[in-house]
C-alpha cells in the first residue's frame, strides 16, 4: 500500500482543475475503496491498468463537450428510433483483467433492458456500454484505448479538444473509422462541427441544425 486514504485525499484536494496524476503499486482493493470514497465527486475521474492509478481532475474546458453530446445523441436516436440509456460516468471496470476506467459518457442501445433500473453496472455479468466517449484534453499517461477494449466497449469516441475520432473495437485494440457503426451517415468531422456549433451559438440552436441535418442524411 502507498497511501492511506486520507493521503489520496489531500492529494486529490490540491490538485487544480485539468491535473493529471498517476500512481504505481496501487492494488486493487485500494483502488475501489477510492472509487467508493470518491463516489459521486464528477471533477474526478479514476483510471486503473493492472497496478497504476491515475487521478485526473475535471477543467471546464473538458466539461463543455461532455455536457453537448447528450443532446446530439438523443437526436440520433429519436430519428433512427433506438431506444438508449446513458451512464454517464460509470466506473467500468473487470477485475480479472486488472482494468477500470470512467468515462465522460457511455451509452447502452442494443443491451439497454438488460441494465435498465441498476444502480450500478457489473461486467462482470452486465454486457458493456455499445458506445463510450472520451474528452482527452488533458492527456494522461495512461492509454484508455487498452482498458475499453479489455472492457469489451465495441465503438469509441474520442474528442481531443481539436478534433474528434471513431474508433471500432477489433480484436484486442480499436482502428479508426471514418463513420459510426452505430450511426452510420455520422462522420466525426460533422459532429465536432455540430459540437463546436454549440458552444458557439447555444444548445437550441445546435440541436435545431443538428436535427435537421439528421433527418437530410440519414438512411
Request: glycine letters at 8%; a negative charge; proline letters at 6%.
Amino acid at each position: 500500500m502507498i497511501a492511506t486514504s486520507t493521503d489520496y485525499r489531500a492529494l486529490i484536494e490540491a490538485l487544480p482543475a485539468g491535473a493529471v496524476v498517476t500512481l504505481p503499486g496501487v492494488d486493487w482493493e485500494e483502488y475501489e475503496a477510492l472509487l467508493h470514497e470518491f463516489d459521486g465527486q464528477g471533477d474526478i475521474r479514476l483510471t486503473y491498468d493492472s497496478g497504476r492509478l491515475e487521478i485526473m481532475t475535471i477543467s471546464p474546458e473538458h466539461e463543455q463537450p461532455t455536457r453537448l453530446l447528450p443532446h446530439l445523441i438523443l437526436i440520433l436516436a429519436q430519428e433512427c428510433n433506438l431506444n438508449f440509456l446513458s451512464c454517464g460516468s460509470s466506473t467500468l471496470r473487470k477485475q480479472h483483467k486488472a482494468k477500470g476506467t470512467e468515462p465522460d459518457d457511455c451509452y447502452y442501445f442494443r443491451d439497454f433492458k438488460r441494465i435498465a433500473g441498476k444502480k450500478a453496472l457489473d461486467l462482470s455479468v452486465d454486457p458493456p456500454p455499445d458506445l463510450a466517449f472520451e474528452v482527452d484534453i488533458t492527456h494522461g499517461s495512461i492509454s484508455k484505448f487498452p482498458i475499453y477494449a479489455a472492457i469489451g466497449v465495441p465503438e469509441l469516441w474520442r474528442h481531443d479538444g481539436e478534433q474528434m475520432n471513431f474508433y471500432r473495437l477489433a480484436g484486442d485494440g480499436y482502428v479508426e473509422i471514418g463513420q459510426s457503426d452505430l450511426f452510420p451517415f455520422l462522420a466525426p468531422e460533422v459532429l465536432l462541427a455540430f459540437l463546436q456549433r454549440g458552444e458557439a451559438e447555444g444548445t437550441v440552436v445546435m440541436a435545431n441544425e443538428f436535427r435537421d441535418w439528421v433527418k437530410t442524411h440519414k438512411a
